[in-house]
């Protein structure tokens, strides 16, 4: 390896659960024939009807004389002037909100974006003091694990569980009595829904904890990426929260369009101002051609009308296919148990007091041809030990039917062996 910086080497690690997917690489890779049902993926699946709704915008961009200023010119690091404007019109509209476009950033995915965020509000003040990126319910998205240029800036808090032991239910709670925002928080920052666990934090909560963030004037990032309106993979009520302390983040690419790299900003005009020079050092800004479609779709309503009739049922479907097949499957005295799917495109399933760690599980898993993602990768900045950690796992709906409902049986028996071990 060549010599590198501290940021240089820290970059270059892969963190979270890029790693694991390493390993599952290779392991479909040299699978000597043996055929795997992958339900890794965190990639959504191409559904027909949201590829031909982007095909039908690019038509109608080729044959625009937009074309060449959106292919062929630099523009403005805060985004493309006609996506901006569709966000701030269909925003205001939808919501009774008052978005200039001074309230908007396009950044290149949302990933990008909390980059530039936790780097912004996260690590150390001119003063030497350490600003600390608040992740105020764990588990949360990995990708979070790898954004801060400080990682010990990152710190994540224990929920507390709610559980329906009967139902072999439970869901995640913030849990207040221990979430402490003060002047040594930089920013906080959770998805919702969440990706890994299908969690909706309730609006109360996301009150709750805006509340807290109100008095230290800095940033609450919603990470909207399964967000209503669009892709709108929430299965359960959810309202968008908007307020003068929230910096509501979302994404195009649970809308089909996760390869154009569209992650988009909305709140006060003095955070987008200062995210937006970000940008401007890193990337001058955004590619043109997948706003300008998206523009489009937006525009038309074809994008709001997609997410509801098309992308929210497919996967909402195959949850209760997961859900039937497990709870079919599992032998009732097991103490298993699945959080509620309440959106997002993965379930999160916890083996409480499992004998083995959720990897040896995995691997285990792995020899009658199944994949899954290990649970500990999900708890990005929580250092402190906890046994739950080790005892769940995120299995992605990207499955068909027929591989889910397999793939739900044989992990019946796999964990069925795991506790009989112990
Ligand atoms: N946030 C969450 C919760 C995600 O699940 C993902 C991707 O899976 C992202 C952010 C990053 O998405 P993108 O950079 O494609 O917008």
């Given at each position: 390896?060549?010599?590198?910086?501290?940021?240089?080497?820290?970059?270059?690690?892969?963190?979270?659960?890029?790693?694991?997917?390493?390993?599952?690489?290779?392991?479909?890779?040299?699978?000597?024939?043996?055929?795997?049902?992958?339900?890794?993926?965190?990639?959504?699946?191409?559904?027909?009807?949201?590829?031909?709704?982007?095909?039908?915008?690019?038509?109608?961009?080729?044959?625009?004389?937009?074309?060449?200023?959106?292919?062929?010119?630099?523009?403005?690091?805060?985004?493309?002037?006609?996506?901006?404007?569709?966000?701030?019109?269909?925003?205001?509209?939808?919501?009774?909100?008052?978005?200039?476009?001074?309230?908007?950033?396009?950044?290149?995915?949302?990933?990008?974006?909390?980059?530039?965020?936790?780097?912004?509000?996260?690590?150390?003040?001119?003063?030497?003091?350490?600003?600390?990126?608040?992740?105020?319910?764990?588990?949360?998205?990995?990708?979070?694990g790898g954004v801060c240029l400080v990682p010990k800036a990152l710190k994540a808090y224990k929920p507390t569980l709610d559980i329906d032991a009967a139902a072999h239910r439970f869901k995640?709670?913030?849990?207040?009595?221990?979430?402490?925002?003060?002047?040594?928080?930089?920013?906080?920052?959770?998805?919702?829904?969440?990706?890994?666990?299908?969690?909706?934090?309730?609006?109360?909560?996301?009150?709750?904890?805006?509340?807290l963030a109100a008095p230290y004037n800095l940033p609450v990032l919603i990470d909207s990426a399964y967000a209503p309106p669009f892709p709108a993979l929430n299965f359960t009520e959810m309202?968008?929260?908007?307020?003068?302390?929230?910096?509501?983040?979302?994404?195009?690419?649970?809308?089909?369009?996760?390869?154009?790299?569209?992650?988009?900003?909305?709140?006060?005009?003095?955070?987008?101002?200062?995210?937006?020079?970000?940008?401007?050092?890193?990337?001058?800004?955004?590619?043109?051609?997948?706003?300008?479609?998206?523009?489009?779709?937006?525009?038309?309503?074809?994008?709001?009308?997609?997410?509801?009739?098309?992308?929210?049922?497919?996967?909402?479907?195959?949850?209760?296919?997961?859900?039937?097949?497990?709870?079919?499957?599992?032998?009732?005295?097991?103490?298993?148990?699945?959080?509620?799917?309440?959106?997002?495109?993965?379930?999160?399933?916890?083996?409480?007091?499992?004998?083995?760690?959720?990897?040896?599980?995995?691997?285990?898993?792995?020899?009658?041809?199944?994949?899954?993602?290990?649970?500990?990768?999900?708890?990005?900045?929580?250092?402190?030990?906890?046994?739950?950690?080790?005892?769940?796992?995120?299995?992605?709906?990207?499955?068909?039917?027929?591989?889910?409902?397999?793939?739900?049986?044989r992990l019946a028996k796999v964990a069925e062996e795991a506790y009989k071990g112990a």
């Amino acid at each position: 390896n060549p010599a590198l910086t501290q940021i240089g080497a820290q970059m270059s690690n892969l963190t979270g659960v890029r790693a694991i997917m390493k390993d599952i690489i290779e392991t479909l890779r040299g699978g000597a024939g043996q055929q795997f049902i992958n339900l890794s993926a965190g990639n959504p699946l191409i559904l027909p009807e949201v590829e031909q709704l982007w095909r039908d915008c690019t038509a109608q961009l080729l044959s625009s004389p937009e074309y060449g200023e959106v292919v062929c010119r630099y523009g403005s690091s805060q985004g493309y002037a006609p996506f901006v404007e569709a966000i701030a019109n269909d925003f205001n509209k939808r919501y009774g909100l008052n978005l200039s476009d001074r309230n908007i950033l396009i950044t290149p995915g949302s990933q990008t974006l909390y980059f530039y965020a936790a780097n912004t509000f996260g690590g150390y003040t001119p003063s030497g003091e350490l600003k600390q990126i608040v992740l105020p319910l764990s588990p949360d998205y990995t990708g979070y694990g790898g954004v801060c240029l400080v990682p010990k800036a990152l710190k994540a808090y224990k929920p507390t569980l709610d559980i329906d032991a009967a139902a072999h239910r439970f869901k995640y709670r913030p849990d207040f009595s221990q979430l402490t925002i003060t002047e040594k928080t930089g920013c906080v920052l959770f998805s919702r829904p969440c990706n890994p666990t299908g969690n909706v934090l309730t609006d109360d909560e996301v009150k709750k904890i805006a509340a807290l963030a109100a008095p230290y004037n800095l940033p609450v990032l919603i990470d909207s990426a399964y967000a209503p309106p669009f892709p709108a993979l929430n299965f359960t009520e959810m309202t968008p929260v908007f307020g003068d302390n929230i910096l509501h983040c979302m994404s195009l690419s649970k809308a089909g369009l996760p390869g154009e790299r569209i992650g988009i900003a909305i709140g006060d005009e003095k955070w987008i101002e200062v995210l937006e020079c970000f940008q401007a050092n890193i990337s001058l800004h955004s590619s043109r051609y997948g706003q300008a479609i998206a523009a489009y779709a937006i525009n038309s309503g074809g994008l709001v009308e997609i997410s509801h009739t098309v992308i929210r049922p497919f996967y909402q479907n195959k949850f209760t296919v997961l859900e039937t097949s497990l709870e079919q499957a599992m032998p009732k005295n097991l103490p298993w148990f699945l959080h509620r799917g309440e959106g997002a495109i993965f379930a999160w399933l916890w083996l409480q007091d499992l004998p083995i760690s959720d990897w040896e599980f995995y691997q285990q898993l792995k020899q009658v041809g199944v994949i899954i993602v290990p649970g500990s990768s999900f708890f990005p900045g929580l250092e402190e030990e906890w046994a739950h950690k080790h005892q769940c796992f995120r299995i992605s709906l990207t499955g068909s039917d027929e591989e889910i409902a397999t793939a739900m049986q044989r992990l019946a028996k796999v964990a069925e062996e795991a506790y009989k071990g112990a």
